[in-house]
């Protein structure tokens, strides 16, 4: 089970992190990940993270967003700064727990999905 935070309102330049609480240890191999769906649009990838640390980052956010994790605390984050009005949309946290291509546009790997949360940021 996955359990996301940290979403809310903002105002455009300002800063949101987002945490995923997973409800159990993940041995081996794993990806996990954001992903994002503004309304009329197709879910997105934001960052994934494999289990070692590697990282990879849209282009839309490189610069502004960092995901890390946590293992000791099972925990995700995602650290959103200088937010756009375009980033608007509800974030979910994913898990793939084979840890097969770990890549932005692998939304159908994922097989482990939390409830989302919205992030709404304003001129």
């Known amino acids: 089970r996955l359990v996301e935070s940290g979403g809310g309102s903002v105002q455009a330049g300002g800063s949101l992190r987002l945490s995923c609480v997973a409800s159990?240890?993940?041995?081996?191999?794993?990806?996990m990940g954001w992903f994002r769906q503004a309304p009329g649009k197709e879910r997105e990838g934001v960052a994934v993270?494999?289990?070692?640390?590697?990282?990879s980052v849209a282009d839309s956010v490189k610069g502004r967003f960092t995901v890390s994790r946590d293992n000791a605390k099972n925990t995700l984050y995602l650290q959103m700064n200088s937010l756009k009005p375009e980033d608007t949309a509800m974030y979910y946290c994913?898990?793939?727990?084979?840890?097969?291509?770990?890549?932005?546009?692998?939304?159908?790997?994922?097989?482990?999905w939390g409830q989302g949360t919205q992030v709404t940021v304003s001129l």
């Open positions: 994913a898990l793939d727990p084979w840890g097969r291509r770990c890549a932005l546009d692998g939304v159908n790997d994922f097989g482990y």
């Open positions: 159990a240890y993940i041995a081996g191999r794993h990806c």
């Open positions: 993270i494999i289990n070692d640390g590697t990282t």
